[in-house]
């Protein structure tokens, strides 16, 4: 993905009431920008670390600056804005990056599908039948270890049963964590944070769910997923 124009930098002061956080600008002008991140964002910011933002350039927003980029407490960058995981997927799956998800001709988004009235990130078509894949961003590291969630997650649990059963109907059916964090070496459930979503995912797999994890190359100008990690059961 690349990111035209590319990211400021400022440094990161704050952030609060989950959609907020203030920042420092090179010159040392103070404001509040979007924080696109529904999480916890632990372990993955520091007050006064640098960060980078992304100007919408539109003035009629209330917040027209949004948090991209934010530095851990180990200086690993991490991309903190959710709404990007899927393009990142969708962008690595149609370079031939990701090689677990080639060999389909289509590829649609947010389509609609289960018993729990959802929606799917990517859905793949093709000759060998469909695939469908949900995306989950992964910012949460101890160490080199990426853990997901980062907070309870009830809808995250929902999608796995609905993975579930698309893999028991014989579908094929994929989670894919988008590590968009450089110090995370693999990934695993945060079974401390959400006992219940690390018992669905113990039984998605179990029912045939496949699990993939990519992590993405980030820098003011471009993130990209480039590269598998492992994920441990």
């Known amino acids: 993905m690349k990111l035209t124009p590319p990211l400021e930098q400022a ?7 989950r ?42 927003r209330k917040y027209r600056h949004t948090l991209e980029v934010t530095t851990t407490p180990e200086g690993a960058l991490a991309g903190v804005n959710t709404g990007r995981a899927n393009v990142l997927v969708e962008e690595a799956v149609n370079n031939g990056v ?22 799917i990130d990517l859905l793949l078509s093709g000759t060998a039948g469909d695939c469908y894949v949900e995306v ?31 893999a028991e109907s014989g579908v ?15 990934v695993e459930a945060a079974r401390e944070i959400d006992p219940a979503y690390a018992e669905a995912l113990d039984a998605a797999i179990a ?13 003011p100008g471009e993130i990209v997923l480039a590269e598998t990690i492992p994920f441990w059961e």
Not at 11 to 17: A, C, I, S, T
Not at 137 to 153: C, I, M, W, Y
Not at 172 to 186: E, N, P
Request: proline letters at 4%; charged letters at 25%.
């Open 19 to 60: 959609f907020l956080a203030d920042i420092e600008s090179p010159s040392g002008e103070t404001f509040t920008i979007h924080c696109p991140n529904t999480g916890s964002m632990k372990n993955c910011w520091a007050e006064n670390t640098p960060c980078w933002y992304s100007d919408s350039g539109n003035p009629k």
């Open 207 to 219: 029912a045939g769910v496949e699990v993939l994890a990519y992590r993405a190359r980030i820098s």
């Open 136 to 166: 989950k961003n992964v910012t949460l590291a101890e160490g080199d270890r990426g853990f997901f969630p980062d907070a309870v997650s009830s809808r995250g649990a929902k999608h796995l049963r609905e993975l579930q059963k698309l």
């Open 98 to 119: 990701v090689a677990e998800l080639q060999g389909y001709e289509q590829l649609r988004r947010e389509v609609r599908y289960g018993e729990e009235n959802s929606r």
């Open 11 to 17: 440094v990161l002061l704050r952030r609060y009431k």
């Open 172 to 186: 094929r059916a994929v989670l894919f964590y988008c590590v968009q964090h450089t110090g995370i070496a693999s």
